[in-house]
């Protein structure tokens, strides 16, 4: 922890002096970068402990609300900036990037590891239900676009942000109470420590008020990194941010699925990439309100594209109860071909 704490303090520091003593936009982005990566780790570590002493339902409510903090506070930053682009392409990365380079990477490491794995398939079923929910009604704006007015599609996203986390509530209670999802808790519980409460709360508050400053300078330092890098804003959005806000959470998957623990990993990637859908998407549109830049769910062209391929890449490897290693180099080669995609975009 300590060193965790020294990392981040240092690339804090860097972050602030590169602002606003030296004016250098690629180091400011690079160092605000390192510090929400460790940041997001202690967030996300603080947010499991707190939950794990709470217990019940107050601690789903807090893993709805805290889980993806990082990434909610830099999706924040975004639209308080009108940089509604930025946030629709983090969303919409992050789904891709929890299913095809966690998920990916996870499969490869683990069946290297351990070689053919199985796991619970009624509950990856359950898993593919809530993100076939999501897919579905991010493309709904888009298939009823010609026929709705951009005041109508506000007020579109309005509902549907309000359906998909009563929708995601649902669905997390009845994985607290379904027994296919037990085993998938008594993993989780081996990969987890113990903080005390209070411990918890002060290191949430601490690390929160840090992602949000470095979130400031991240996303300030954007459109005038992102060309000088020769990279486009989608390209910012969809690769690099989402895996700013998720990169503990993808390491825990990956462990995971190295020490056969097979349904927690698939938990992780699966369940994350629905709950980006089911939560982070919701709040942005949320957002939107209280910043006065509207945000709709209506996610047109690559983006979209790219996550309704996710998603059949996904169904293809989740149609049995067997992971092998050819399915994760298809999931880590379909991500590298959008990522280069993407890099080629303007």
Not at 165 to 189: G, N, W
Not at 240 to 250: C, K, V, Y
Request: proline share 2%; hydrophobic share 55%; net charge negative.
């Amino acid at each position: 922890m300590k060193k965790i704490i020294t990392v981040i303090a240092a690339s804090m520091a860097t972050a602030y002096a590169s602002h606003y003593l030296f004016h250098l936009p690629i180091l400011t982005f690079f160092a605000s970068a390192a510090a929400l990566i460790f940041l997001s780790k202690v967030l996300g570590d603080a947010t499991e402990h707190l939950s794990d002493h709470l217990g019940g339902q107050l601690a789903g409510l807090i893993n709805v609300t805290l889980s993806n903090l990082a990434e909610l506070i830099i999706i924040y930053v975004a639209v308080s900036k009108n940089m509604i682009d930025l946030v629709q392409a983090g969303i919409a990365g992050s789904i891709m990037g929890n299913l095809l380079l966690v998920m990916g990477m996870s499969i490869y490491v683990g069946c290297r590891k351990n070689g053919l794995l199985t796991y619970n398939q009624a509950m990856a079923w359950l898993q593919l239900k809530m993100l076939f929910l999501v897919c579905a009604t991010l493309f709904l704006p888009t298939l009823f676009n010609e026929h709705i007015s951009e005041v109508g599609q506000v007020d579109l996203s309005y509902i549907l942000a309000l359906m998909l986390p009563c929708a995601y509530v649902y669905f997390y209670r009845l994985s607290m109470t379904d027994k296919r999802f037990k085993e998938v808790r008594e993993q989780s519980e081996k990969m987890d420590g113990t903080w005390s409460t209070g411990f918890s709360f002060f290191v949430i508050i601490l690390a929160g008020i840090g992602a949000f400053l470095m979130s400031e300078l991240l996303v300030g330092e954007v459109e005038s990194v992102a060309p000088s890098l020769g990279l486009s804003t989608g390209f910012v959005g969809f690769i690099l941010i989402p895996i700013l806000g998720n990169i503990a959470e993808h390491f825990v998957a990956v462990v995971a699925a190295r020490k056969g623990m097979t349904e927690l990993s698939l938990s992780i990637a699966v369940g994350s990439a629905s709950q980006v859908g089911m939560v982070v998407a919701p709040a942005a549109v949320l957002f939107g309100v209280i910043c006065g830049n509207p945000v709709t769910l209506h996610f047109a062209g690559l983006p979209l594209g790219a996550v309704i391929a996710t998603f059949f890449a996904t169904l293809l490897v989740l149609h049995d109860d067997k992971w092998e290693i050819s399915e994760g180099v298809m999931l880590l080669a379909l991500y590298f071909a959008i990522m280069v995609c993407f890099l080629f975009t303007s």
